[in-house]
């Protein structure tokens, strides 16, 4: 595994490595299928295994990764019920916090919003794929805050712990339909238009969520590796 981790002190080690691993899950620096290697990830925390295997089996107990043996441990491979199911509660949810944005955000909030729109575009257009799904899911996540609902944010979170990993596979196949959609979603904040950011943030993940399931027909059809 690449260097993605960083040190941790001795106080909460536990929560620390957790937390790295969830954030990492998050924001898709780790794939469907991708290996998790306890040792490696002590090495480059700087801390004994044990705190990393205890961080991994909440992880596995939470569904988000798969333990085929003791040495053996990956991300979870969502199916395609199971993604079905996962873009259909952020389809509701991700309009509520819209919606809600559109009522409380200020203009400022959503200037910043904007900016980073902005910086996601320049991440695109250099090519820095990684950073681009980064600012993906900080705009995502910017909604709820902007809505001033941390509850919900806290449940979109574990949503994104098993839909992270496969929004980064997807993400350079789904091209313009992953950005596009988002400015629709700042002007309706703008005209603080609740009913327009709703419709604007639902159609940007049906429409950018369209790579993932044909994704999903090609690996039934066994034309791309799952």
Known sequence: MAERFESVNTESKGDQIYAQLAQALVKGQLLPGERVKIRELALQMGTSVTPVRDAILRLV?????????????????LTLDEYLEIRNIRVELE???ASQAAVRATADEVQRLAEQVQQNEEAVRRGDIAQAIALNQDFHFALCQLARM????????GLWLKMG????????EGGRSMIDHHYPVIEALRRNDPHAAR?????????????????????EQGMDAP
């Open 95 to 97: 309009g509520m916090a």
């Open 199 to 219: 419709v604007a943030i639902q159609t940007d993940l049906l429409s950018g969520g369209q790579s993932i399931y044909e994704r999903f027909g090609r690996v």
């Open 165 to 172: 990993p496969l929004i980064a596979q997807s993400y350079s």
């Open 150 to 157: 941390p509850l919900l944010s806290d449940i979109l979170y």
């Open 61 to 77: 107990q939470h569904g988000v990764l798969v333990m085929l043996s003791p040495r053996d441990i990956r991300v979870r491979r």
